[in-house]
């Protein structure tokens, strides 16, 4: 626990700031040969990293691919309440995702030139979709959905299945948002087949989605020849709360980050040191009761920092310092806040805003920027997959009018070529 | 030249299509090391690695900074004819970006959910600035003014300065940008000097601007740690024209991307083998006129590629599959081919459009995906300077409403402090 009064809170302080919980794992060298292998062996190699790391062998069509009639079957083995759950879900993701979508222009402007850029889908989006315990239905809904509203024709998953093993509500999700294509493999080999292509996989234009140290480099290492979303580290929380508030709900949204990882990070600022301490104890009581209890307690007793301030308003600089994944604003009033925090993911406004509802269901997408990176990044949208084409046409009046500077301009930075193709027009 | 009529024409054409044009120079290691020295040691490690680059030392305040009195001097002292260019650029760039802000939202949906997200400015951006030969004053518009527009609060620029000298017309253009700090550093060392701070210099949020393979490189490695740009590689232009051109103009137009760099590519696509011909005559002549001639000659023989197709509407495929640049369309009705064109970075419509114009005052920015990643990157825009906060709120019905689904799809992905969060305040 912080106090802002503290003689050295800023030192403090400061120290949670710069700490970037992210493991800096060395698996540079093992994922460009994994790479250099995909690409100049293509299936193959394929084959052999799935044998080796998810013990799955690749033979016939039915090894490499989950079918669109297995994902719809699994939707159709949900029970009720399960999926209409999902079906909510993805919805509401859809809903909030379609007002995403960029305008067009196309002006003439004072000096008669015509002016304007084009948004367009990019032709294919490839997915990472992690096995085991991360393998998240809500995430494959938060990666396909925006795709799809953004136009993008194709759209495939690939997701690690080891010893054959499928997550069915996986393949719920990925029928409910209309994946095209699902292959069964994982790591960064998986992310060297979309970027590169193989025999049987063709090649995508950009990567999205969550995956360990390797999916992470390899996506790192093909940066430009397709395109990627943010590389993302442990999840973070930041709840602002007055001593208004349930203990705990609070305790409760703490842990809801904590219990994702170890190296995630839950963080209280309020301005009630009783309080603060009634979530702690809550926070034990809760931890207790917890199937996911014991990482929660990691992450709570590693990472977990509980700020007391003298006015609350003081937290909107600290949230900007802090420029956390989430942030709650667990007051009556959170409007002064929500303008005031430049820097955050996305934010939770109210006593009825915990993060799960974000999570989910609200629509808004939940891939957010971690660890300080909400300074300059944003969460995953429906721009990630569109871009954008800018364009300019000319008649004989413009021309003459904005002609003659660039050709200035070109002499000026020792382009003649350039100079010379506005000239020979100008004559 | 290719015809689409050659029975290998597919395989050569994939051929240039594959063709990256960049070199792999493998700086990587180099890069780490000089960065990890920058992080550790700070202004002394910019200082040795400044003189020994540079040959310039950092010892006094005007040894490591511009000042804005330099700069706006340097503005004073251009002639009047290319202070007027330089202004009118700035102007023209300036009124388009502004067009690019994009709005915030914030709506109650049918559930009673109050959604929405606000653009901020990221605080602080740094931009590169090359000293030497592509030192050009109107790279540093395209890049400050978008964060200028879209309210970034300080604005860095890094510029080696060899021997000491500067460019008078890269300071004028900082003048007129309203550029905060000017730093007389480069290479991958100014880059790490921005990312991580040093005793002088506060670290920034976004850096952008071009650079040689040490500072792409060093981009790269901070990716993450700050917010990039797209690494760039050699530029390109894709010209189609149909035989009703004045072959010189084309000639020229080509040229104008020649000159840029041996590595850099210009290719027409053409539906008349005479013109094709008659433009290879003018790029001869042009070529033997220009100062720049040299470099213009060996990016044409390396890397120029003409492409007769039997009717112009062929080169839309050609073009998407190309994902050029710099797309000019020489014909006199440019709309058809304007609406098919899906991946280009610009596209310059008709006659009277070389991309030159488009490279200084048109008002689109000139920073653009090169090497075929038009297919999923976008040009520089103020969207690179500033990110997006969703926020959501809820009251008790809307709570009741969507709560009960969060819950349940939390409990089937094995979170059950996610599940909690809700039901505690279902009660």
Same mark, same amino acid.
């Given at each position: 626990?912080?106090?802002?009064? @503290?003689? !050295? $809170? ?26 250099? /292998? ?16 998810? %013990? ?22 949900? @029970?009720?309440? *399960? ?7 993805? %919805? ?5 995702? *379609? ?6 222009? %196309? ?12 948004? /367009? ?8 979709? =992690?096995?085991? /315990? ?107 709360? %007055?001593?208004? #508030? @349930? =203990? ?12 994702? +990882? ?8 309020? !301005? ?8 702690? +104890?809550?926070? +034990? ?16 007793? @590693? ?25 709650? *604003? ?34 808004? #997408? ?21 871009? /954008? ?5 000319? +008649?004989?009046?413009? $021309? ?15 382009? =003649? ?8 027009? *100008?004559?």
């Amino acid at each position: 626990m912080l106090r802002t009064t @503290d003689p !050295d $809170f800023d030192v403090r302080f400061r120290r949670i700031v710069d700490d970037r919980r992210e493991s800096d794992t060395d698996v540079a060298s093992d994922v460009s040969a994994i790479i250099a /292998r995909v690409k100049a062996r293509g299936d193959e190699a394929l084959a052999e990293y799935t044998q080796r790391f998810d %013990d799955h062998q690749l033979t016939d069509d039915a090894d490499w691919r989950i079918s669109p009639e297995d994902c719809r079957a699994a939707f159709d083995g949900l @029970d009720t309440a *399960l999926r209409d759950a999902l079906s909510l879900a993805a %919805d509401r993701i859809r809903a909030f995702h *379609l007002k995403q979508r960029p305008a067009d222009s %196309d002006e003439i402007d004072d000096a008669g030139v015509r002016l304007g850029a084009r948004w /367009r889908a990019v032709d294919a989006a490839g997915l990472y979709v =992690p096995g085991g /315990r991360a393998a998240y239905p809500s995430s494959l809904l938060m990666n396909a959905i925006p795709a799809r509203v953004a136009g993008v024709e194709r759209l495939v998953v690939v997701t690690p299945t080891p010893k054959g093993k499928v997550n069915p509500l996986v393949l719920a999700a990925a029928h409910l948002a209309g994946v095209d294509e699902i292959w069964r493999i994982g790591g960064a080999q998986a992310i060297a087949a979309l970027a590169h292509g193989t025999g049987r996989i063709r090649k995508v234009d950009v990567i999205t989605g969550p995956g360990n140290a390797w999916v992470a480099e390899a996506k790192r290492q093909l940066f430009g020849v397709v395109g990627i979303d943010m590389v993302a580290g442990p999840s973070e929380i930041l709840v602002i709360a %007055d001593g208004m #508030n @349930d =203990p705990d709900w609070i305790a409760a949204d703490l842990l809801s980050q904590a219990e994702h +990882d170890p190296d995630a990070q839950a963080i209280l600022i309020t !301005d009630s040191e009783a309080f603060a301490d009634q979530v702690e +104890d809550r926070v +034990d009581v809760q931890c207790a009761m917890l199937s996911t209890g014991k990482v929660a307690r990691r992450s709570w007793d @590693d990472h977990g920092v509980m700020i007391v301030v003298e006015k609350l308003e003081e937290a909107i600089g600290l949230a900007n310092a802090l420029a956390a994944e989430h942030v709650e *604003l667990a007051v009556d009033d959170p409007e002064p806040f929500l303008d005031g925090i430049r820097h955050a993911g996305s934010v939770f406004a109210g006593r009825l805003a915990p993060e799960a509802v974000g999570d989910y269901v609200a629509g808004p #997408n939940h891939v957010l920027p971690t660890g300080r990176r909400a300074r300059f990044a944003s969460g995953l949208s429906v721009l990630d997959f569109m871009k /954008r084409t800018s364009f300019i046409a000319l +008649d004989d009046a413009s $021309f003459a009018r904005i002609g003659p500077a660039a050709a200035a301009l070109a002499h000026a930075e020792g382009l =003649p070529a350039h100079a010379h193709s506005i000239e020979v027009r *100008l004559k």
